[in-house]
């Protein structure tokens, strides 16, 4: 991701991207240059490791590592210790977050595919779990520590998955966050502001 990020700092001090396209190049690299090492590492309420395919991981945790190994330099144990509300207003920056409550999964599912922009988001489910939503090609993904099945990091449909159990869901940009962005692009510590 730093020979990336590097790249991506270039061509935007060139100006052939804008910061749309160096949201998605960075939303790439943290779906292909880090998440997937995390496929299969085993989930557990208590795990906290930073290294992939050793030890275990509870979601809050997959949340703020993969983060942090993409190169947004943030304390990844006070992230996770969040609720899925404050995580949710903690990554957007002091910007709105989108809260939904008291809709159906499905509904909610219809929502995400009408008004929602392509790319990856962060998605907290009532108060309880955390993970990536990944809006690609008209298809919804979720992307998590799973406590349920094999309980392992997985990618599955987002009907598939635990989303389909719960009824508030907290949403906050990470392909869309300029301001996450700009802490990546300039590799500079990156305060996270929570609630009280």
């Known amino acids: 991701m730093l020979l990336l990020r590097n790249k991506v700092r270039q061509q935007l001090q060139a100006k052939t991207i ?5 949201g998605i190049l960075f939303t790439d690299g943290l779906l292909e240059e ?16 930073d290294v992939p395919q050793q030890g275990k991981i509870a979601c ?3 949340v703020s590592t993969t983060l942090l ?8 144990y006070k992230l996770a210790q969040q609720s899925p509300l404050n995580e949710a207003v ?6 709105p977050i989108g809260t939904f409550t008291d809709v159906s999964p499905t509904q909610m599912a219809q929502t995400i595919t009408d008004t929602f922009k392509e790319g990856l988001y962060f998605i907290g489910l009532d108060a309880s779990h955390v993970g990536y939503l990944l809006n690609r090609a008209g298809k919804l993904y979720f992307i998590h520590a ?6 392992v990091v997985t ?8 989303f389909s159990s719960f009824t508030t869901w907290h949403f906050a940009y990470i392909t869309h966050n300029r ?15 929570y609630p009280k």
């Open 34 to 49: 880090i998440i997937p090492h995390w496929y299969g590492t085993v989930w557990d309420f208590n795990g906290y490791t």
């Open 146 to 151: 799973n406590y349920t099945g094999s309980a």
């Open 60 to 62: 809050g945790y997959f």
């Open 90 to 95: 903690a990554l957007n920056m002091q910007h």
């Open 155 to 162: 990618i599955q449909p987002l009907m598939e998955s635990v």
């Open 69 to 76: 190994h993409a190169g947004i330099r943030l304390d990844r």
């Open 179 to 193: 301001a996450l962005l700009r802490h990546w692009l300039n590799g500079k510590p990156c305060t996270l502001y």
């Open 18 to 22: 804008d910061s749309t396209e160096a």
